[in-house]
């Protein structure tokens, strides 16, 4: 069965400053899916970066990136410029490419910006 | 906004009763998925639905069922509520069954059980 660690459960960056979360995970499966989910104080769930592992290059968005090791199968995310909005547990998350619907998750990290 | 609605926000209710949580999906999306998160604990997955018929079943009690309508929007039934129902309930949703759809979550029913 897939697993999924994530073994800082809290971290703290100064605002404006670069931030990267790690997450492993354990599959003997070739193809699947990653994904980063941010959990504001609110409790939203919201998606941060999706990556599908047969591509190499690591996805980005805006001030988020990956940096997916496949062979390794870690899948590290960086927030770079740091924001006092970015505060929230980030879930890492793993989806198999033949499951449509079980989502395995992480445990979470906490992230705290510190002013 | 993740286009994923679900009614109502907030609930207290008693030990013993029943209450139905409502989740109406992204416009165009097949799938809902309906997840437990309890206080300080990740996501639990309860249960699926694709175009109306169950498709996967999770860690969901007996005391819990759910339903997609022809309209697409679910509902969570849960009954003889207990204190450790009390969770935030997650619906949410995705294009279809094509694998590694993204999932897209509304915003949670937060139910205290007291």
């Known amino acids: 069965a897939q697993t999924v660690t994530q073994s800082q459960p809290e971290m703290s960056v100064q605002e404006a400053e670069t931030v990267t979360l790690s997450c492993t995970y354990d599959?003997?499966?070739?193809?699947?899916?990653l994904f980063w989910y941010k959990q504001p104080p609110s409790r939203q769930m919201i998606l941060v970066i999706r990556q599908e592992a047969y591509k190499q290059q690591n996805a980005t968005e805006n001030r988020f990136s990956v940096n997916f090791q496949k062979a390794a199968k870690s899948f590290s995310l960086k927030i770079s410029d740091s924001q006092l909005g970015d505060a929230a547990m980030y879930f890492c998350a793993y989806r198999s490419r033949d499951s449509n619907y079980q989502l395995i998750w992480g445990a979470g990290t906490k992230l705290i910006i510190k002013p | 906004d993740s286009g994923v609605t679900q009614t109502p926000k907030h609930l207290i209710t008693a030990t013993g009763q029943r209450v139905t949580l409502r989740c109406s999906p992204r416009s165009g999306d097949l799938s809902v998925y309906w997840y437990q998160q309890s206080l300080d604990q990740g996501l639990q997955f309860l249960i699926q639905y694709y175009n109306g018929e169950e498709r996967a079943k999770g860690n969901i009690l007996e005391r819990f069922s759910a339903q997609q309508f022809p309209d697409l929007h679910s509902e969570l039934n849960l009954s003889s509520l207990e204190l450790g129902d009390s969770a935030l309930y997650f619906c949410?949703?995705?294009?279809?069954?094509?694998?590694?759809?993204?999932?897209?979550f509304g915003e949670g029913s937060w139910l205290t059980v007291v």
């Open positions: 599959t003997s499966e070739s193809d699947y899916y």
């Open positions: 949410a949703s995705s294009p279809g069954l094509e694998k590694g759809n993204t999932i897209y």
